[in-house]
Structures are given as structure tokens and as C-alpha cells.
């Protein structure tokens, strides 16, 4: 059985993930069915949480897969790529880590775009409440001037103006949205952490 879990920062990740899920900030639950992830999914999510140094400008994933962990996504530096890594292979029951977390390169450029796409973005009034959590739900990876967003957001309408102003930065050679909208959630549904 194949667990896929996207991980987004949060001060609280929520609730438990569930088999076939996504995973995201506050622990809603954007697809799949209804089966109860196991312990080692949430623990997984815990000790990648209480990585230091994890940002707005990185991202990481995991699917877990028996005892496999594999380990996605981006980050600016090596340590928290190299820490990662460390943290799931000292947990119990997991026998294999696959890492494939990309490091960004150093790059002048892309650290002044980086902090061009999170003015755009956090400055907006409507967009500024993303900003507000230990690390924003918004990731914002930039690679050789190419701009993915990652996470999630509440709604298409933030989704969208997040990359019309992603897109509007100078000096971004394209953009990739990849933010997820929120499934709404019903009264008293264990996911719905406000």
C-alpha cells in the first residue's frame, strides 16, 4: 500500500493524514479515501516539523511505502536537506530512506527573486494572513529565475492572485502554481483546526 503525504510547516500540523492523502497545513485533507494513516505517517510529519531552518523557501515530502520513506522536494541549503535524512532514518520502523531532495543552487539572482515573489506576495492584503504561521503555507522555490509555489491556500481566488503576483516580479524567466486549495471541511470534522 502506497501512503503519499504532502508536507507543509505548519505551528500545528493537525489531526492524522489518511491512506491516499494529502497532507497540508492544518492537517485538511485534500483527496482520497477515509482509512486511518499509520503511526509512523504522523511521525514522520512530526520529525520533519521539528526540522530547524525549514522556510518559506523550501519544500518537502514524503511517501511512505511499507517500511520505505522517500523524501521529495527542495531546499536552499544542505544541512537541511543532510538533517532531513537523518531525522527519518533514526525513526523506528523505518528500514529505508530514499533522498531525493534537490538543493537549490547559490545564486545571487534567484535570492533577489526570492525575496521579490515573497514581497509580492505577502504584502497583498489578501495574501498577508498566509505569512502569519512559523512558516507560510505558501512555499516559494526558485530555481535558475523559474518560480514554483507550493501548498496550500484556502481558496482558487488565492491561489490565482498568488501567482498573477508571483508573475508580476522582474526578472522570473516562468512560473509554476502548484498550490493546492483547501477541501472545505464540515462542523466538528477532526481536520478543521482553526
Sequence with gaps: MLLACCFLLAPAIASEATAGQSQTAGGQVTRGDSKPSPP??????????????????????????????????????????????EAIESLEGVETVVDQIEVLPNSPADNELRRGVYRAIFEDPALAPYAAQAVPAIHILVKNGSVTLEGTVKSAADKNLAATRASGVPNGSGLKNNLNVRASQTAGDPGDAK
Design 40 to 85: 509512523l505517517a504522523r511521525e514522520i510529519r512530526h520529525q520533519l516539523a521539528a526540522l530547524p531552518f525549514y522556510s518559506v523557501f523550501d519544500f518537502i515530502s514524503f511517501t511512505l511505502e511499507g517500511r520505505k520513506v522517500t523524501l521529495t522536494g527542495q531546499s536552499l541549503r544542505p544541512a537541511l536537506k543532510r538533517n532531513a535524512v
